[in-house]
């Protein structure tokens, strides 16, 4: 190793080649070959925002302006989370489209996630929110 360092950057070990071969086991193989995904519906952002701005009766709108109300805060998280959850927008594009920083909506989102999961899945209150958007 202390012959190679004065080699520098070597590309070859930094990026994958045309080998598909892992590192692992055949039980383990089989265990993830075996995995289902199913595909998660497409649940549209504006779909989300509507449905969390009624159910925290907020208007779309207060949640861009400058405001310190907890209920707003909230209401972005939740449409942050269920977004992420759906995989219909990333946290930066949110951010910028409520004129909030990321970290602060990422925090927000990061709080749903302690509270709104317990061990057996998530929460009533996300589950709930999470069939009515996929049922709408």
């Known amino acids: 190793m202390q012959a190679g360092k004065g080699e520098g950057h070597r590309e070859e070990f930094h990026k994958g080649g045309e080998d598909g071969r892992v590192l692992a086991d055949d039980r383990f193989l089989k265990q993830v070959g075996a995995r289902e995904t199913s595909p998660q519906p497409v649940v549209p952002l504006v779909a989300i925002i509507r449905f969390i701005c009624e159910e925290y009766d ?26 992420r959850h759906f995989g219909t927008a990333a946290i930066q594009e949110m951010a910028t489209y409520w004129n909030r920083e990321a970290s602060t909506l990422s925090r927000q989102i990061g709080k749903i996630d302690a509270s709104g999961q317990g061990k057996n899945g998530f929460s009533p209150q996300l589950l709930g929110y999470i069939n009515a958007l996929t049922q709408a």
Request: no cysteine; charged share 35%.
């Open 58 to 83: 907020v208007r779309e709108e207060d949640l861009g302006r400058p405001s310190r109300r907890r209920v707003h805060a909230q209401a972005r998280g939740m449409i942050g989370w269920l977004a």
